[in-house]
């Protein structure tokens, strides 16, 4: 399932939805993004992400196809949000089910990977002072990245 | 040829605007020839003319050397990230 | 906060206490590890788990330590039942709280190598024939746990 | 010398019993003496001198060349884990 949407996102209600619908997996690895207070020192007022639908969510779907294809997964779960979220809300919920516990975790990090750096997302930051920023990818996303090649 | 463009993430900082309808001149036959109308006309130094941008048309990320026909919806896709 | 005990294990609530205590956290990561409906075809009447504390406890402490001091992290959560529990039922849930998401990934992971290696507790497997197994880790288990060497 | 013994996970399986309250004899002095005496006790054909079997005295796991003084609690541990 992805999702990809402006409506508040339940990290715990996602996570009982998914458990609910699995059959037999052993192991759940589930990862929530949140936004931070702070940016620099500087209080967020709100984080804006636009996507590109359907672009964005094929391109999701893809890389769930090629999680699927590299380790042994019962289900995968993908909220993503998009518009204006408010510090301490959620921006990104993902799970992965499968019998034994690395590839639960390893799907999770690697699609966690592409959503940060492939993923048709723009970010743009304003803080209480005004400030809009559009932010990309950190370096160490892109080396993150990279270890999946 | 009349087109919809969007201009995401720090595009829409160069040109003011996240979205037009606009008809496109008729020297804009590749997307070589749409990023160096983009650039002159939002007066953008060569940014448009940056790799790190990608266009899609149609929602298909396409090479610099493609041909422009039946275009309903232009992107300029500066460099991506959600999460 | 580590929990071991004989109450059933909600991982959904749990990760909702885990959210709601974390201030500024960016990245959270949960595991769930649920018995499983059936070992070798046979299907699975009970798990039974047994602990010796306050041995298995402090031993959980002291792996979260050593995490701590590995990765910058804000706050971990474990949950791990013993005595009985159906196959379904979740046996263990570990959330992990960091800045940075690959800090929250790395210490769940090692945490849950800690526990299916390491961790003072004896599992045994009991099916619906009357077959009653005690289950050592598995070879798989042994090798992901020497990654932290 | 009086000790609450526990046998966990497959060594109860040699035992026949999880725990019990017993006067060990004056021949255990030693964790190994201990791995003996329980050994012939049980007829475990050597099981209890393997390494596997850790043995914890009053909660803390001891080499085998540990002497044996003031025990409240002895617990044989075989090859943990949980999860």
Redesign the interface.
């Known amino acids: 399932m992805i999702d990809v949407s402006e409506s508040k996102i339940d990290?715990?209600?996602a996570?009982?939805a998914f458990?609910a619908d699995l059959?037999?997996?052993?192991?759940?690895?589930?990862?929530?993004?949140?936004?931070?207070?702070?940016s620099k020192q500087e209080r967020i007022e709100t984080l804006r992400?636009?996507?590109?639908n359907?672009?964005t969510v094929d391109g999701i779907a893809q890389a769930v196809s090629r999680a699927k294809e590299r380790w042994s997964l019962m289900d995968v779960h993908i909220c993503?949000r998009i518009g204006h979220i408010a510090p301490g809300e959620t921006?990104?919920f993902v799970a992965t089910a499968s019998?034994?516990?690395?590839d639960?975790?390893e799907a999770?990090?690697y699609i966690?990977d592409y959503?940060?750096?492939?993923?048709?997302?723009?970010?743009?930051e304003i803080t209480t002072c005004g400030r809009q920023t559009?932010?990309?990818?950190r370096e160490?996303?892109y080396e993150?990245n990279a270890r999946w090649d | 040829m009349t087109a919809y463009i969007f201009y995401f993430g720090k595009v829409s900082a160069l040109t003011g605007k996240e979205k037009e309808q606009i008809d496109l001149p008729e020297t804009v036959t590749d997307i070589s020839s749409l990023r160096q109308w983009a650039d002159s006309r939002f007066q953008a130094e060569g940014e448009f003319l940056n790799p790190k941008i990608r266009i899609a048309i149609n929602g298909k990320i396409l090479p610099d050397s493609s041909m422009l026909e039946q275009i309903d919806e232009i992107a300029f896709l500066p460099p991506v990230g959600g999460g």
Do not use: C
């Open positions: 990290a715990s209600a996570l009982k458990e059959n037999g997996a052993g192991a759940i690895v589930s990862f929530t993004g949140r936004v931070r207070e702070t992400l636009q996507a590109y359907p672009m993503h921006i990104v019998a034994h516990r690395r639960a975790f999770a990090d966690m959503l940060k750096t492939q993923a048709i997302f723009w970010k743009q559009w932010i990309e990818p160490q996303d993150d």
